[in-house]
């Protein structure tokens, strides 16, 4: 269980190290391109044996994949041309947030007064971290917006975890499941591609993003989903869950060790609060 947030952290800080040199949306597109290609030969049989299954949920497969494959990546890539990896990895700590917000608003789960105590403090942390704890960010509201992308991106992972739930079928197999929603995924990404809505340039071809290319449409795209699915069989996703908070941890350390990044008071204090937040709704949810 500790593999996959250690590999979607190193997405982030691989994301950021090529940052100049690729399209945020060419490179979602190509890492989802290149891994579903790998995945592919291993999975085309049993997408087939359970054709039925994806015929006949197709629409809830679709909406799962284009919030999983489409939509979160391309935001997270949005994301690292303008703010630090450092800052786009605390911030996913702000999903488990919207999932609870999201499932008491709209699923109608009860929500406890230790939660939300829980949500109020970890908005605390998001808040610093946005404004840095500088004066004239919070007076002149100069908020970087690759962290309000990075809220975007994880207000998106959000929804499609709590979606996961009620629209995943059951009959469906995890590897078919995995299968087809990248093929989808990726299909999706290319009429995008296409039209370059943002006026990308392309994208830098040399040995630097093919590396960075190899390794986020292995590490991050296959090896971690079947490394957590096979997790969570193990131990089951009330504990398994958790680990995903380990993402900030990781990422923080690889960003300061890869990249350089240094490690301000903003992102302590922010994280802190982040993981006080999420301790104290964690610890309602254990009870």
Do not use: C
Request: aromatic share 12%; charged share 10%.
């Amino acid at each position: 269980m500790i593999i996959p947030p250690l590999l979607w952290a190193g997405n982030f800080v691989v994301g950021k190290a090529v940052s100049h040199l690729h399209a945020p949306l060419g490179l979602s597109f190509w890492r989802w391109f290149l891994a579903s290609s790998i995945l592919l030969p291993f999975v085309i049989k049993p997408i087939w044996q359970q054709r039925q299954i994806i015929i006949k949920h197709f629409l809830r497969i679709f909406i799962l994949a284009v919030l999983s494959i489409s939509a979160f990546n391309s935001l997270a890539y949005i994301s690292l041309q303008y703010t630090t990896a450092t800052n786009a990895t605390l911030l996913n700590s702000f999903i488990p947030i919207f999932i609870l917000i999201i499932s008491g608003l709209f699923f109608k789960e009860k929500i406890s007064k230790k939660q939300i105590l829980g949500v109020f403090i970890s908005l605390i942390g998001v808040i610093v971290i946005l404004t840095r704890l500088d004066i004239q960010v919070i007076s002149e509201l100069e908020i970087n917006k690759g962290d309000l992308w990075m809220l975007l991106a994880a207000l998106d992972w959000a929804l499609y975890s709590l979606l996961l739930k009620y629209l995943r079928p059951k009959d469906l197999k995890p590897m078919p499941f995995l299968g087809i929603m990248m093929i989808i995924g990726t299909i999706v990404l290319i009429p995008i591609f296409a039209i370059n809505p943002f006026d990308e340039a392309p994208l830098t071809w040399n040995p630097e993003i093919i590396k960075a290319l190899a390794y986020i449409a292995i590490f991050p795209s296959i090896i971690s989903y079947l490394t957590w699915n096979y997790g969570m069989q193990k131990i089951g996703a009330s504990i398994g869950g958790q680990y995903i908070h380990l993402m900030p941890l990781f990422g923080a350390l690889m960003a300061v060790i890869f990249l350089g990044e240094k490690i301000q008071l903003y992102h302590l204090v922010g994280g802190i609060s982040i993981a006080l937040g999420l301790w104290l709704s964690i610890q309602q949810h254990n009870k």
